[in-house]
């Protein structure tokens, strides 16, 4: 059923958006700024900041001393140069007209700009993030109101199963190992390596997930793989699933709550297992 056109307004194109090795200039130095660096840091790029250093925010201060991907400037903001092989630029300043000014050169220059707490003046948002190792997961209000985002983002952090993240990088490695001892990009290899992927993630849970070691990992490869079926954990080398794992339960998981979970975990594996 196709979707209705009335509702295809008012969002933003969410993109889990590549920056290693870029390079992003950063003009502020308090609280906010800090929260971008660390951001800007997640993703694997490399930081100039622009910001005197009687503001900087102790967390701040902490990264320019112990990050060898920051270069500092202990200035203000000094115009057009400031932007030369700059492919992105966050500001995070009390003033106001500074910021539009900032906003303007970029814009002039095409780079991407996103100017703290003036959304006609950003091309992007940050929302609010839920992250545990590889697992990223992004709530936007699309600026409206973020303290709402963070609310909800908490909600749903409460209900995400406790080794997610862990068990999206033996996913990973798993699915890694799989195209080499099955390469190619697309036709019947291709399909048959995303079916089996999908099955696996959809046959264990996410807590046998990421148990996974590199035997074990092997092990299913030798067993699952090679005879086209998905074994059992306990078949590949793990504790019989009626073995104790001590696991947390969190307090949110009632059964409509619990859906929700088991379906978003679900749903990131999936897609994890299905990307090229």
Known sequence: MPPDLASLHGGSLLLAWQL???????????????????????????????APRSGLHPLTQWFVDNSDRITYHDRLFAGPDDLQTVDLVLTAIDD?????????????????????????????????QIR????????????????????????IEECIPEHAGDAIEKVGSLRSKLKERAPGVGGDVGRRRMRWMIDVCS????????????????????EGWEKNQVPRLEDVGGPAKNAPRHTAVPACLLPTAFGFAAGAAVTVLLFFARRP
């Open 96 to 128: 106001v007209d500074a910021s539009r000014r900032i906003c303007a050169l970029c814009r002039d220059r095409r780079i991407p700009v996103n100017v703290a707490d003036i959304p006609p003046s950003c091309d992007f948002y940050f929302g609010s």
């Open 132 to 155: 545990s190792g590889p697992l990223q997961i992004m709530i936007s209000t699309n600026g409206r109101s973020p303290k709402l985002a963070n609310i909800l983002r908490r909600k």
């Open 203 to 222: 046959s264990w849970d996410i807590n046998e997930l990421a148990l996974l070691d590199d035997n074990m990992i092997g092990r299913l490869l030798d």
């Open 20 to 50: 290693k090795d870029k390079h992003v200039l950063i003009v502020g130095g308090g609280d906010v700024a800090s929260g971008r660096i660390e951001s800007v840091l997640v993703a694997d790029a490399r930081i100039s900041l622009i």
